[in-house]
Each structure stands twice: as structure tokens, then as C-alpha cells.
């Protein structure tokens, strides 16, 4: 069974420039979470979506930060316009009761 | 805001050693999660505990909450290298959300064949 699917694996962007990452969860499961992981910060939740309404966005950074999830199998994050702070790997997470998390393989972004 | 102080924060061993490693907390939580992240991929759930003092055993790692379910402690006997890995402790809030876990920030482990 595929797991979480993310795309694209490695971004390489200028500053100024959007970016779009996207997500493919797990068949059937009704959460998809964001996370950005860093060395200083280690792994930090951005917003999660429970049947692809937005429960809780407190941990998104701030307005150049958005997340959508049309419909239950796609979500996407995106970041306009980026900034070097911004460079992390993004990983989105899927589960069916919320607390058991299945994660993707993550998305490494580099904003020069 | 609840923190998660993860220690060592490397740790290099050789083949067969036993290591523990540990999590701790000032705040209390609800459950809390050890994983296993891999270079290149993402976080694997290795167990969930939620009752202060529980083990858990999953073959050679074993897993315990503190009694006051403030800390938490992965210990494994005989690593193999294959054991490699970051090692990520999360906690679900007391009281709070199921689903806002506080992840620390990991212990990265390498053993040495």
C-alpha cells in the first residue's frame, strides 16, 4: 500500500519566489498535518486538517505561510514569498484517529 | 509551552552495547510516542505509551513512562547497526489536543559494526 506521498522531494528556489509543496495522504485517513523540521527547532506541527477543514494553524510562522486541502486526497503548502529562513524539510503526516501519524518522506526546500 | 529535553543529544556506539536514551519534561502528558527518523525519510512510529510506569517491549527496544508521566526512557540492548537513526520522543499535551504533539529534538544514534 502506498504510504504518504510528497512532491517534489528537493526544492531549490530564489528568495522572493513561491513555492508549492504538496501532499498525498493515506488513503481514508481524515488528519493531514504539516511539520517543518529544522536542526535549531527540531520538528514543528504548521497546521492540521481534520475531513479538510484547517483545525489549527497557530504554528504556521506567518502570512507568507498557506495550506489548503481541496479535497481528502490533496493538500498543499505554500510558502509566498520565500525567504532563507524558510529552508527546512517539510514533512506532511496523515492518520485516520489523530494520534497515530504516518509520515511522508518529506520535502528538503533551500531558499537562496 | 510544553518542552521535551531529548539527551544524549549523539550518541556513537559499537556493535552489541546496550544504550539508553531519555526524554524528559517539567509538564505533564497525556501519552507520548518515540520514533525512528532514517536520513531522507520521515518519522517512524515505533510505540505509544499513556499510562505512568508503563513498558513496553518491542523486541530489543524497550520503552517506559515515567510514573509521573513527565519523562520517558528507550533503552536497547545489543544495537546493531541497523538501529541507526534519530530518535524522536513526542508528547500528546495533558489535557489538550489529541493531535498537537511536542516533539523533541531527538537523539541521533550510530552504531558501528
Known amino acids: 500500500d502506498a504510504g504518504v506521498i510528497q512532491s517534489p522531494r528537493h526544492e531549490v528556489t530564489e528568495m522572493g519566489q513561491e513555492v508549492t509543496l504538496r501532499c498525498k495522504p493515506i488513503?481514508?485517513?481524515?488528519?493531514l498535518f504539516w511539520y517543518r523540521q529544522t536542526m535549531m527547532r527540531g520538528l514543528e506541527l504548521l497546521i492540521y486538517?481534520?475531513?479538510?477543514?484547517?483545525?489549527?494553524d497557530s504554528g504556521m510562522p506567518e502570512d507568507r505561510f498557506s495550506a489548503k486541502m481541496p479535497n481528502a486526497s490533496f493538500s498543499t503548502l505554500k510558502i509566498q514569498p520565500s525567504e532563507p529562513r524558510d529552508s527546512a524539510v517539510y514533512f506532511c503526516?496523515?492518520?485516520?484517529?489523530?494520534?497515530?501519524?504516518?509520515f511522508g518522506p518529506g520535502t528538503r526546500l533551500t531558499v537562496l | 509551552t510544553q518542552l521535551l529535553e531529548q539527551s544524549p543529544q549523539f550518541l556513537s556506539i559499537q556493535e552489541g552495547e546496550n544504550l539508553t536514551v531519555y526524554c524528559n519534561s517539567s509538564?505533564?502528558?497525556?501519552?507520548l510516542q518515540w520514533y525512528r527518523q532514517e536520513p531522507g525519510e520521515g518519522p517512524v512510529l515505533l510505540v505509544t505509551?499513556?499510562?505512568?510506569?508503563e513498558v513496553k517491549k518491542l523486541k530489543r527496544l524497550t520503552f517506559q513512562f515515567g510514573d509521573a508521566r513527565k519523562d520517558s526512557s528507550l533503552h536497547i540492548t545489543a544495537a546493531q547497526p541497523g538501529d541507526t537513526g534519530l530518535y524522536l520522543c513526542?508528547?500528546?499535551?495533558?489535557?489538550?489536543?489529541?493531535?498537537?504533539?511536542?516533539f523533541g529534538k531527538g537523539t541521533l544514534l550510530t552504531v558501528n559494526p
Open positions: 503526516a496523515s492518520s485516520l484517529t489523530g494520534l497515530v501519524k504516518f
Open positions: 488513503s481514508g485517513h481524515d488528519y
Open positions: 486538517f481534520n475531513n479538510n477543514v484547517p483545525i489549527d
Open positions: 509538564s505533564v502528558f497525556s501519552s
Open positions: 505509551v499513556v499510562t505512568g510506569g
Open positions: 513526542a508528547g500528546e499535551a495533558s489535557g489538550g489536543s489529541n493531535y498537537k504533539l511536542t
